[in-house]
């Protein structure tokens, strides 16, 4: 099989463009490289993971949002890490050590993501501005974790969910789960913070029901058995 023939000199013709912020851009250098995205990575033994997010605006990243779940270690080489990549290079975060295996891992799958024009932002003009990383959060900026636990002799526990910590659940007659009620954690603390509202009070106002909790043959604590 004969080669293709291509024009001898290949300076001309450069690099694929990809989209950023809403532009096409031949990306030859770091500083070419812009935009808003998310990378998620595990730890050597998999025993717990990170969402990284970051934006970059001109190979800089400008800020960094490290959620973490796993062991105690990893969600502490959190807080080094949000130190250490705002001001950086894209390329600086890649071979900088960012303390947990799990983050490394992340800033990887985040790099490859920007570099191959897979960024949220790809198609938003002058893509998304510092401060949209908390966006995710939302307005009482908690994470979102979900945390169920089941067994073939209790059945399934929602422990904690996007709404918050499950205090009590809802059984239909068959013994599954229709509604639970929840207490928003972010929602209580910002109501503990106002010294007008008891503790009690405070539970109360951040306590609310999702699905059909009020139908519920049987109400159970899924903390206790």
Same mark, same amino acid.
């Given at each position: 099989?004969?080669?293709?023939?291509?024009?001898?000199?290949?300076?001309?013709?450069?690099?694929?463009?990809?989209?950023?912020?809403?532009?096409?851009?031949?990306?030859?250098?770091?500083?070419?490289?812009?935009?808003?995205?998310?990378?998620?990575?595990?730890?050597?033994?998999?025993?717990?993971?990170? *969402?990284?997010?970051?934006?970059?605006?001109?190979? !800089?990243?400008?800020? &960094? @949002?490290? +959620?973490?779940?796993?062991?105690? =270690?990893?969600?502490?080489?959190?807080?080094?890490?949000?130190?250490?990549?705002?001001?950086?290079?894209?390329?600086?975060?890649?071979?900088?050590?960012?303390?947990?295996?799990?983050?490394?891992?992340?800033?990887?799958?985040?790099?490859?993501?920007?570099?191959?024009?897979?960024?949220?932002?790809?198609?938003?003009?002058?893509?998304?501005?510092?401060?949209?990383?908390?966006?995710?959060?939302?307005?009482?900026?908690?994470?979102?974790?979900?945390?169920?636990?089941?067994?073939?002799?209790?059945?399934? *526990?929602?422990?904690?969910?996007?709404?918050?910590? !499950?205090?009590?659940? &809802? @059984?239909? +007659?068959?013994?599954?789960?229709? =509604?639970?009620?929840?207490?928003?954690?972010?929602?209580?603390?910002?109501?503990?913070?106002?010294?007008?509202?008891?503790?009690?009070?405070?539970?109360?106002?951040?306590?609310?029901?999702?699905?059909?909790?009020?139908?519920?043959?049987?109400?159970?604590?899924?903390?206790?058995?």
């Amino acid at each position: 099989m004969s080669c293709p023939i291509y024009p001898k000199n290949m300076e001309g013709y450069g690099p694929s463009p990809i989209p950023e912020e809403g532009g096409w851009v031949q990306s030859k250098e770091i500083k070419d490289v812009s935009g808003f995205s998310h990378g998620c990575g595990k730890c050597a033994p998999q025993q717990g993971a990170c *969402k990284l997010t970051i934006n970059v605006k001109n190979g !800089i990243i400008k800020e &960094a @949002l490290v +959620e973490t779940i796993g062991c105690s =270690g990893m969600t502490h080489s959190a807080a080094m890490a949000a130190e250490i990549l705002p001001g950086k290079t894209l390329l600086e975060a890649l071979n900088t050590d960012l303390v947990c295996d799990a983050i490394n891992d992340a800033m990887k799958q985040v790099f490859l993501q920007l570099v191959y024009g897979r960024s949220q932002s790809a198609f938003s003009e002058g893509g998304l501005a510092v401060g949209s990383a908390l966006e995710d959060l939302g307005k009482t900026l908690s994470s979102n974790v979900g945390t169920v636990y089941s067994n073939n002799e209790f059945g399934t *526990k929602y422990l904690t969910l996007a709404e918050g910590y !499950i205090t009590r659940q &809802a @059984l239909d +007659e068959n013994g599954e789960i229709i =509604g639970y009620e929840y207490v928003n954690m972010g929602t209580l603390m910002n109501y503990l913070k106002d010294e007008q509202i008891s503790p009690q009070e405070a539970i109360k106002k951040a306590t609310k029901t999702y699905g059909r909790f009020d139908e519920g043959v049987k109400i159970v604590d899924p903390r206790r058995v």
